[in-house]
């Protein structure tokens, strides 16, 4: 298990490594973009990408704290300040697109030059890359059980969004000529509304598991599965489940044989903690409670 939190936690840090890069990297390409091109939408596209490379760092500080060793304070480890972590990406993301929306606003009122055309194209460049972007940091948060991964992976899926409105509004801009200049900033708003309801779907999630929500069916279902194949377990009852960081922590009830001595039972107990931690990995800590079954 030990082994494998720390090939998760390698796996999710080179992910977020990859995240700041390349925010950086379009962050720099969108505002410049939008500074010469006249395109406000750009411009907005680029404060996101900046509030991005801060909320990655900070994921990439959660995660290393989150994979420190339990100690006599926190007995089940320090993963929870994941999804504390995520709470302030959602932060970053409502002020971010808060901005937007008020800079959208005023420039709708102040009419602007039409953007350039060339901008269209740094556009498709970048949503092509953030679409990417996404499905690799989604798949690394669904290897790793990493809910601030998960989180940095809808920043580049809200950014690719943004940078669709832009293009969109752009073009229409472009097409329909003088008087449409403000189609841009049209495009703007509607991305930083997208924003807001992403923040939500991000929140959400988050909120459960430091609640210790329960989202977990399947892997219930796995570990009743598993547990009747230990000889001597006859059945299971209550099954808790809490999630710390990437890890999943269980208090399990075992129906036993009665009749058997407290040493079998006992005995038993860490039979099955041991066979769900070898067939579960990510299964941190697992409290069994033996219950007598009467025959």
Known sequence: MFETTLSNEKKAINTIVF?????????LIKGIAGFFGNSYALIADAIESTTDIFSSILVLFGLKYANKPADKNHPYGHGKIEPLITFLLVGFLVISATFI???????????HVLP??????VLAL??????????????????????SL??????HRSDAITSVAAFIGISMALMLGKGY???DDWAALFASGFIFYN?????RPALGEIMDEHFYDDLVEDIRRISLTVDGIIATEKCFIRK????????????????????????????????????????????????????
Not at 102 to 107: G, P
Not at 126 to 147: G, M, P
Not at 199 to 203: A, D, K, T, V, W
């Open 199 to 203: 923040s939500y779907l991000i929140f």
């Open 244 to 295: 710390v960081g990437m890890i999943y922590h269980v208090d399990l009830h075992a129906k036993v044989n009665g009749s058997i001595s407290v040493t079998d039972g006992h005995n038993l107990a860490h039979q099955l903690k041991d066979t769900l931690r070898a067939e579960i990995p990510q299964l941190g800590h697992v409290l069994i409670h033996i219950e007598p079954h009467l025959i």
């Open 181 to 183: 200049e403000s189609a």
């Open 101 to 111: 929306a008020h800079e959208s606003i005023q420039n709708i009122r102040n009419p």
């Open 19 to 27: 995240s700041i890069v390349g925010n950086c990297f379009l962050a």
């Open 126 to 147: 970048i949503i092509a890359w953030k679409e990417l972007s996404f499905r690799i940091v989604i798949q690394k948060s669904e290897e790793t059980n990493s809910s």
């Open 150 to 155: 998960k989180a940095d992976a809808w920043h």
């Open 116 to 121: 350039e055309k060339w901008t269209l194209i």
